[in-house]
Structure formats: structure tokens, C-alpha cells
């Protein structure tokens, strides 16, 4: 009997906040048409309830996903959901358009009393250093008010990492004024970890990094800090049962220490550009 897949809804944009209805189409025709963004060829992706055991869905903005009541009427289709949500601290200069923390913490909340905590994955990622002409400037300042929050819903675990400059986000930042992305020192980063750690630990929950094999290494041996996988297909069989493939994603970053197991990325950078207009965001191809 064929294995049935996870769809990730989406590495490449923000369908929860902006697409939805985009994706209910695809959901009612049984199948998306995905374009390869390297070689730009188009293959389908099957959508049916029989062919799809999970639906992982990513986003910063859980608003117009709730407000529409799309959850519901998947699960009542036959599909089991899980939820990547980026929440990070508030900051207007590394996303000018995300909503306000307390809504985002709202929307946390809504998704645990409706698909329960253990769907719900924080990710606090990236955490970014810069300077500015008010002097060095990081993302961290809220990570202990998120952490207490989501913690009274009940997630378990906080999924983070470092962000990697590269070329395109220092093209992006060089229009503004005075404004300078940081590569923090090794000792530093252990450091932030191991703090991130101690907050999460006395509030009974657990950390893990994204594609951080050098830190992780790099990391005393009894650091409390493991690992993870943002598409965690042992886990979604654990918690929905049926039969998955616990393959290793070969398309994403495994040697810098990804743990994605396989899955179908559906959206495209080009057909549903994402508007959060995150500044270290890699997701934009005019740039």
C-alpha cells in the first residue's frame, strides 16, 4: 500500500495568512500544480484525504486561517493538521508587518484549544543581531513573554535558530541608513542558548535548534538543547498513527543539521509572494 505524504503548507510563503482560499481550491480539485523554483518545471501534488496524511502548515499569522474556520473544515475532510508558528518578539524593523504580539499570542492560543498543544510547534527563528545608529540590536527582547504564554497553553517546545546572512539580505538592509547585520561569536551563541534553555526549562518546556549541527557541537556536553525536525513525520505518526515515510528530506539543508523528513512543498516564491516583508527573509525572488 502507497505511503501516504505530508504536505508542507509552505516553506516558500505565508499561506495561512494569505492564501488560503488559494489552497481550499487545491484542496477541493484534489491536487497542486507546484513549480520547481530552479528549473521551473511544474509537477502535481496529490491532495486528496486519502493520499494526504498531514497537513503542515507555517505561517506568522494564524489571523485570517482562524477567522475563516479552515481548520474545521479540513479536519472534518479527513486531514490532520500541525501548525509551524513562527512567533517572534515584536520588532518593526525585522518584520514591519507582522501583527502585534499579544494578537499573534491570541492566535497561539486559539489553535491549542482547538487542535490541542502537541499540533502547535514554536519556532522563535530567526534570532538576528544587528546595528543600528541606537547601537547593537537583537530580537531576544520578548523571548521569556512568549515563552510564559505558550507555556500556559501547553506547547512543550521552542524550535530555534541563528539567522544566516546571506548576500540577499545584506542587498535588502544596504538601502537602509546605517544599519549593520551581526554573525555573533560561537561563545556567544552557546551562551544565548543555554539562557534560552534555563528560561524554557522552568516552564516545563524543551529547546531545540534548526540546521545548527556547528553550535549543537559546539555545546557542553550536558546542554539541554537537541535537534529538530520542522517536518517531524515519526512524530505526526505517533500522534495521528497511519503509515509515513521517515525519510530524510533530501532537498533541504541536512548537512548544516536539518531533521525534515520528507514532504511536499506546495506555493511558490513568485505565484504567492508573502507581504510580511520580514528584512531576513530569503523567500523573495526579485531580489
Known sequence: MKKQIVISASRRT???????????????RGYFIVENP?????????AGPEDVHTIVFWSKDFGPFIAGDFGRRLRQAGYHLFFNFTLNSDNDVLEPNIPPLGRRLYQAAALCRHYGPQTVQWRFDP?????TPQGNQNNLDDFARIAENL??????????????????????????????????PMDK???????????????GMNLYT??????????????????????????????????????????????????????RDIGGYADQ????NCLYCYANPKE
Open 14 to 28: 505565508d499561506i495561512p495568512a494569505f492564501y488560503m482560499d488559494w489552497f481550499m481550491a487545491g484542496i477541493e
Open 38 to 46: 530552479f528549473n521551473r518545471k511544474s509537477t502535481p501534488v496529490p
Open 127 to 131: 534570532i538576528c543581531f544587528y546595528r
Open 151 to 184: 507555556a500556559e497553553t501547553g506547547v512543550g517546545w521552542c524550535v530555534t535558530s541563528f539567522a544566516d546572512i546571506y548576500a540577499k539580505m545584506r542587498r535588502r538592509s544596504a538601502a537602509m541608513e546605517d544599519f549593520e547585520w551581526i554573525d555573533p
Open 189 to 203: 551563541k552557546i551562551k544565548i542558548l543555554q539562557r534560552m534553555q534555563q528560561v524554557l526549562e522552568k516552564l
Open 210 to 263: 534548526c540546521c545548527e549541527k556547528q553550535v549543537l557541537e559546539a555545546l557542553p556536553r550536558d546542554a539541554k538543547i537537541f535537534p529538530s525536525a520542522c517536518i517531524p513525520n515519526r512524530y505526526l505518526a505517533e500522534l495521528f498513527g497511519g503509515d509515513l515515510s521517515f525519510q530524510q528530506d533530501a532537498g533541504q539543508r541536512k548537512q548544516q543539521g536539518c531533521g525534515c523528513m520528507t514532504s
Open 273 to 276: 509572494p508573502c507581504y510580511h
